[in-house]
Every structure is written in C-alpha cells, then in structure tokens.
C-alpha cells in the first residue's frame, strides 16, 4: 500500500488557496459567482449587527458582502488560513473584523449571540452536519439568518468542472488534488440538501448555473435560512 500523500501536499492547497480559487481563472469566476448570488438574496440596506463567518479560510467571502454590520467575525480552524485572511485585509485596517481560531462544528460563542451565520463551502466537510446545522442554529437569534453555500459534488457537472481548471492547477503545485478532495469533500450534495431541507423547510434555495434544483446540472446550492 502507498503511503499518504506528504504533509506538504496539503500544506501547499492552504498556501496555494487563493491562487487555485481566486485568480483568473474559469473556476475561480464561477466560485465568486457562487459568494455573489448568496449575497445578492440580501437586503443590501437590512442591518446585521454580529456576523459570524465560519470556516472562512482566507476571507474570500467578505468582499462580496453588501449589507452593514457592526462586528464581523472570521473563524477558521487553520491558523494558516486566518494569517493569510489577516494578511489579506491588513490595509483595510477595519476595527469591525474580528479573526479568531474557531472548530465550525464546535464554536466557543454564546448561544443566540449572531444575527448571522455564513458557511461557504463548509458543510460538505464536516462529519456528522445534523449535529453542525444544530450548532449554527443555536448561535443565530430569532430572525437572524443562516447563509450556507455548497459544491454539487458528486454531481456531474462538479466532477466535470473539477477537470477544467482547479485538478490542472492544484498538479502544478504539487498538490494531490484528487487525494485531497476524497478526504475533504466527505458529505455528498444529495444527502446534505436532503438534511437542510428535513430541519429548515423555511430555507430559500437557489441553484447554479442552471436554476433547476438537480445536482447533476448545477455547481452550486445555496440557501438562506430565516429563523
């Protein structure tokens, strides 16, 4: 048996983050796209006085966030991820952004104590998700709202987009891309939509590109939970 892929490997997807998902590239416009249509479901004038990031790795969702706040937090469980987001919004020097270390199935925050909570490209990797949708419940006030993006993966049209552009660049690296995402991407599209709608029928869903609520033909699913 071969052994694991090297520390390094995955080591270079967390330094490597925002070139494989941020640049120029087709993968990338589409994943920005997913950040914007979640942000666009938003009043652009409806005030959130706490917001919760979790797992928000470099920060990338922040800049597509139209609405007003008082304190936004960014959580993440990697320190390198939350040094490449300090780093990232160092020059915007926002007394209102707040970065701590936090486990997104496991957060040490009081209960009720966001207006709201965003997961992106969050629950797919987290075992047990009924138990981590119970924990963001518990941290969003009622009327507060829980906004949750994830990659169709395994749907068709996500396995052939993971060929077109971020398993080319994540090779170049040196990273083990296909390893990687088997390891990572741990709750299937089909099961996770299924839990979501179970416990929040009141989610507002939206599907990319294609609109029709099929797995196989979109990229992404996201929805916004009212409380």
């Known amino acids: 048996m071969r052994?694991?892929?090297?520390?390094?490997?995955?080591?270079?997807?967390?330094t490597g983050y925002d070139e494989l998902n941020s640049t120029r590239t087709l993968a990338s416009y589409f994943l920005s796209t997913s950040h914007r249509i979640m942000e666009k479901a938003i009043d652009s004038q409806q005030h959130f006085s706490r917001v919760l990031e979790v797992g928000a790795g470099t920060g990338e969702h922040l800049?597509?966030?139209?609405?007003?706040?008082d304190q936004y937090y960014i959580t993440d469980q990697s320190e390198e991820m939350l040094g490449a987001?300090?780093?990232k919004y160092a020059s915007v020097a926002d007394a209102r952004l707040v970065?701590?270390?936090q486990d997104a199935?496991?957060?040490?925050?009081?209960?009720e104590s966001f207006d709201r909570l965003i997961a992106t490209h969050v629950l797919e990797h987290l075992p047990d998700p009924v138990a981590v949708l119970q924990e963001w419940n518990r941290l969003v006030r009622q009327g507060g709202l829980i906004s949750i993006v994830l990659p169709c993966d395994p749907g068709m049209l996500w396995r052939l987009g993971r060929y077109l552009g971020p398993r080319r660049n994540a090779r170049r690296?040196?990273?083990?891309y296909d390893y990687l995402m088997a390891t990572e991407h741990i709750n299937s599209i089909y099961n996770l939509v299924v839990l979501i709608r179970y416990h929040f029928p009141q989610a507002r869903e939206a599907w990319y590109p294609a609109r029709l609520p099929l797995p196989d033909l979109n990229l992404f699913y996201i929805c916004n939970i009212q409380k």
Do not use: N
């Open 3 to 14: 052994p694991t892929p090297a520390k390094s490997s995955h080591d270079g997807y967390i």
């Open 63 to 69: 800049r597509f966030v139209r609405h007003p706040y």
């Open 85 to 87: 987001a300090r780093r």
């Open 99 to 101: 970065f701590e270390k």
């Open 105 to 111: 199935s496991k957060l040490s925050y009081p209960d």
């Open 173 to 176: 690296l040196g990273i083990e």
